[in-house]
């Protein structure tokens, strides 16, 4: 069983979503160290999990865990601070009326830390991720922005 740290790319999952807002908001007081793999390095894992005798549970993780808010200069586009009870009402409300694919339980990715430690399952099949955090945050810089609807 494989475990992967936020995926991002192509993918049209939360952390993807958002990272393809035009204008990203953050929760005001948060910046949570965030850890990012690639969705070419998590089809990597898959077929390095396919070997025969690796059995087990293991976290899967890309490069080095940057703060939220360094990973959002990367990319270049602007952060609009929101207090952190509007921004949960803003989430749950557009969530409940099918406006948004954010999902409220991912604000708590976005006020925690959750650090994963990779090196078991790095040592076992003797993966490391292939794409460093700049190559990752290409795609979201050259995409055009788009709401997450």
Known sequence: MLRPVHIA????????NYLRLPR?????GYDPMIQLIHEDDVVA?????????????FNVVGPDAVP????????????IPVPGPLFEAFVR????????????????HLRFVCMVDGSRFAGRCG????????????HFREVPARPLA
């Open 127 to 138: 993966l490391v991720p292939g794409k460093d955090l700049h190559t990752i945050l290409h």
């Open 9 to 16: 790319g192509a993918v049209s999952n939360a952390v993807s």
């Open 24 to 28: 990203i908001p953050v929760l005001m």
């Open 68 to 79: 939220l808010r360094t990973l959002l200069r990367e990319i270049g586009r602007p952060v």
């Open 45 to 57: 894992a898959l077929l390095a999990a396919l070997t025969p005798g690796v059995r087990g549970v």
């Open 93 to 108: 409300t557009t969530w409940r009326l099918g406006l948004s694919s954010f999902p409220p339980p991912e604000l708590d």
